[in-house]
């Protein structure tokens, strides 16, 4: 623990981007706080979780709730999307709630593909909802990123032509951790929407300081916005997430679900309505990453592996001049990395664990 | 206790349809045991809902579990998968989870209506999923029960033409509580599938003795079974239910979820394997149920309410004679009914909850 807290009065907390989260009365993490670091086997690497999550809180809510399973609760549900509406300053009806953002994604690709047409997407980012799209018929417009793999707003923007029928943007971006500038993703949400449907993915936002565009949902009825409990709030094994959009949209992807909201469990409800009422846990794990992040990214540098840098809980990094067999290295030290993304420079990801299991990632490497 | 215990002494077991369950050791169920009645309130008679559930041992499990929902588990999934698969000697590949039994009967629809044409389907039957397949485009040919409330299967089968893209028979069907006979739904499956898919939804079967028809998937290309753990399990909350079918339909329908097996969260799968192995759980049920279902349905015959006999944990019952307003009794006292299905008789359902519940059920009556 000491070379955490020595790091945390050490740092600055304006380079972890706090600015929307009350931090008076905030608290270094120890074992008695809502952050609890357990040992992991195989160490998980791979699907950018929260190593501390759920939060105590949610912990809690979701094991008091077990008894209830054997009930279908509609009004917990209600609740929760209550909560949802008031913490994004919308209403009850711009929510959708679905099994982790991804079945967002999908409800969303299968509502714009009633005809056919094309859907714009960044290559590389996160696209296994697309064969959604492309089943029901939309052509994949795949956009490069520019150079140093962020999305190429204008050249996306440039794209859409009368077919389009969805423009998607990640952002931040996965798997590369870049963000989108947010007076330029305002512009071009503002000219694309003009012309076609945005969706636009914040499953990761909630580690930048960049605010939310949910909002703007209500007066944009062109925008869609997927958010998801599966990252900050360290609840992917729950599955839950939701999509915000104009009431006439939710209402239409709701009937593309099989029961509206109905693949969201009494335990995922309550696990992320204690999580929405549990700003220290985010806080603490927004600084736990940010500080296993930057000792990673340091060391991958000093190894000669070149980092894109991130705003995530992941980084994207080129393994084109590393020596060794890195995916061996990772198995024979039991841990869980991804794939290459990008077979020019070798690019690949890792998910930022704890500052531990970090140690053990590097250690694997040298 | 007392009356349940007399009651479990005086009754011949052979009426509950207890043969696949083995019941030697079986104890009469205590507070220390896998059973457990709660005080629900309002009192829940809407949703066929166990009123015990989920077991003890599903709770443990599912307690455990709650740690681990910071990370997305597969392998969890496997495990469940596998056992799923040894219960009804069927392969792995056999096998898809989602979210409840709807999720899985919506998959059906979505993978059926590739092609517009028809839908088979009795009236009146679990309907909710057909929105569906009628949004895809196949149109639905409605077959009315027989006068006792069966499945028309002669008619049925005769009804299937070369547009026919599913038939759908929920056994014992919601919300008339009646079974096909064995033989003659293994005839009418025979020469159905012959021409077309059959869905077979099996929600209820486990309060029966008819053995399951999942292991018939692994021979007959044409016959898609579906499952559920929200009733006899008591996990209707967890939302976790499985579909039954050739590897290539799981293939396809698979493909038509945003992850394959994505909608089931750790927690519900933990309380699912947990479930399976707890016979002495079911088999108590399976009692109770049955006890309950037995007072209630006298009871109602006594108050000039005809039912039709059940073999689910719901009773469907003809409102023409009763005087008094059944919905403003319910609501008087708390309980939650469901609706009337088919006007002409005022036919409607009651789900059997514990036997206090219905003794307060039959009081709010008189």
Known sequence: ???????????????????????????????????????????????????????????????????????????????????????????????????????????????????????????????????TAENA??????????????HDLATMLNAIDADTKLVYICNPNNPTGTICDNEALLNFIKEATKRTKVLVDEAYLDFTNQPSLANLVTENKNLIIAKTFSKIYGLAGARIGYALAHPEIINEMSQ?????????????ASGALASLNDNKFVAETILLNAEARKYTMEQLENLKIPCIPSHTNFIYFSLENYKKDFFAQLEKNNILGTKIYEEKGKWSRITIGTMKEMKQFIKALK
């Open 256 to 268: 593309l679900q099989f029961a509206t909201n109905g693949s969201v469990s009494t335990t995922a």
């Open 137 to 150: 018929g939309l052509k994949k417009n795949a956009i490069p990123l520019t150079t140093d793999k962020k």
């Open 1 to 131: 623990m000491s070379n955490r807290r020595n790091w945390l009065k050490q740092t600055s907390l304006g380079i972890v981007g706090l600015g929307i989260i009350p931090l008076e009365g905030f608290t270094i993490p120890t074992k008695d706080n809502s952050i609890e670091e357990e040992e992991v086997n195989p160490i998980r690497l791979r699907s950018n979780e929260n190593p501390y999550g759920p939060s105590a809180s949610a912990r809690n809510a979701m094991s008091t709730s077990i008894n209830a399973s054997n009930r279908y609760n509609w009004e917990l549900l209600d609740e929760l999307i209550g909560k949802i509406a008031q913490k994004h300053n919308v209403t009850y009806q711009n929510i959708l709630l679905g099994a982790g953002s991804s079945e967002i994604l999908n409800l969303v690709a299968l509502y714009c593909s009633k005809k056919p047409g094309n859907l714009i997407i960044a290559e590389t980012t996160f696209d296994y909802w697309t064969i």
